[in-house]
């Protein structure tokens, strides 16, 4: 287990840069299937995916007090799972993370 995470780490830790590191991280782990790096990639292509969706929905709005509390949310949920990705952890982001396993559980 502990020879899997080291192995998988670098890939866990990219696929948290932004949406273009979670399609990087995929196919970095692409031809040797590591299970602590599609653990994070799952969770990494959720959170862009939410980030993206609720992000362009909320927009249209030009007020800071809808704008800035999903920016707050995002930047905690992606700190929380780039930082358990760094310390070896398989622990879900709060809320989401478990739906994340569940829904992209093919990569």
Partial sequence: MNNTIEEGKSTAI???ILVVGALI???????HKNAYASFH???AMGLSILFVAIGYSISGF?????TYP???FMAVLWSYGIITAIK???TPVPLLGNFFQKFFKKL
């Fill in 62 to 66: 030009g007020d800071p007090m809808i």
């Fill in 41 to 43: 990639i799952r969770q």
């Fill in 88 to 90: 070896g952890e398989t």
């Fill in 14 to 16: 990219t696929a948290y």
């Fill in 70 to 72: 999903f920016w707050i």
């Fill in 25 to 31: 991280a995929m196919s970095m782990n692409a031809e």
